[in-house]
């Protein structure tokens, strides 16, 4: 398990890089302890490439949301801090259910993966130089040492760059989504 302080850069990371998606809106507090229940949790896994104290960029995963969701509420009062400012937003409110009903939905009945990558992010100085990559197969081979055959991941239909990475490494698409009311997504596998 990676030091709380790799789980407060990675979460900051994340609200820098993937600032299209919803949450980042509920800022580096929740991140930090997202991360830190992905990192601690036996069916989840955090993937983290460094270089001399700096995260250069990390991917997560998960057999299941909903566990993930369980680790959290282990830090019921940093999770209600970090989480505090948002329950005054009602729209922040409808997005979080919206993202604990996708998380316990196993895809709607859909024939997927219950593996799921869950976000996949690197530092803007070293796009372009294949940490991406080398974070997608370190993720590949993590399932494949646990017999896990594929995994599923869900992109919001925006995110053009998101999908050419995706092909590239070889996902397939394979449906679409609705995780936020009125937003679409496409699944790979």
Same mark, same amino acid.
């Given at each position: 398990? &990676? !030091?709380?302080?790799?789980?407060?850069?990675?979460?900051?990371?994340? =609200?820098?890089? %993937?600032?299209?998606?919803?949450? !980042?809106?509920?800022? *580096?507090?929740?991140?930090?302890?997202? &991360?830190? #229940?992905?990192?601690?949790?036996?069916?989840?896994?955090?993937?983290?490439?460094?270089?001399?104290?700096?995260?250069?960029?990390? *991917?997560?995963?998960?057999?299941?949301?909903?566990?993930? *969701? =369980?680790?959290?509420?282990?830090?019921?009062?940093?999770?209600?801090? #970090?989480? @505090? !400012?948002?329950?005054?937003?009602?729209?922040? %409110?409808?997005?979080?259910?919206?993202?604990?009903?996708? #998380?316990?939905?196993?895809?709607?009945?859909?024939?997927?993966? =219950? #593996?799921?990558?869950?976000?996949?992010? *690197?530092?803007?100085?070293?796009?372009?130089?294949?940490?991406?990559?080398?974070? &997608?197969?370190?993720? =590949?081979?993590?399932?494949? $040492?646990? $017999?896990? !055959?594929? @995994?599923?991941?869900?992109?919001?239909?925006?995110?053009? $760059?998101?999908?050419?990475?995706?092909?590239?490494?070889?996902?397939?698409?394979?449906? $679409?989504?609705?995780?936020?009311?009125?937003?679409?997504? @496409?699944?790979?596998?």
């Amino acid at each position: 398990m &990676y !030091p709380p302080a790799v789980h407060k850069r990675v979460a900051e990371l994340h =609200k820098q890089s %993937i600032d299209q998606g919803f949450l !980042p809106v509920l800022g *580096v507090r929740f991140l930090t302890i997202l &991360y830190w #229940a992905i990192d601690s949790d036996k069916d989840s896994v955090l993937i983290v490439e460094e270089s001399e104290g700096e995260v250069l960029g990390f *991917v997560s995963a998960s057999l299941g949301m909903r566990c993930v *969701v =369980k680790r959290m509420l282990h830090r019921p009062l940093s999770l209600f801090c #970090a989480l @505090f !400012p948002s329950l005054f937003r009602i729209g922040r %409110i409808i997005k979080i259910l919206e993202v604990l009903r996708y #998380a316990s939905s196993s895809h709607s009945g859909k024939e997927l993966p =219950k #593996a799921e990558l869950l976000s996949i992010a *690197v530092t803007p100085s070293f796009r372009g130089k294949k940490v991406s990559d080398r974070l &997608y197969d370190k993720l =590949k081979i993590h399932f494949k $040492n646990k $017999n896990v !055959p594929a @995994f599923c991941i869900t992109v919001g239909s925006k995110l053009k $760059n998101a999908h050419s990475f995706y092909l590239r490494m070889g996902a397939l698409p394979s449906g $679409n989504i609705e995780v936020h009311s009125g937003a679409s997504s @496409f699944i790979y596998v």
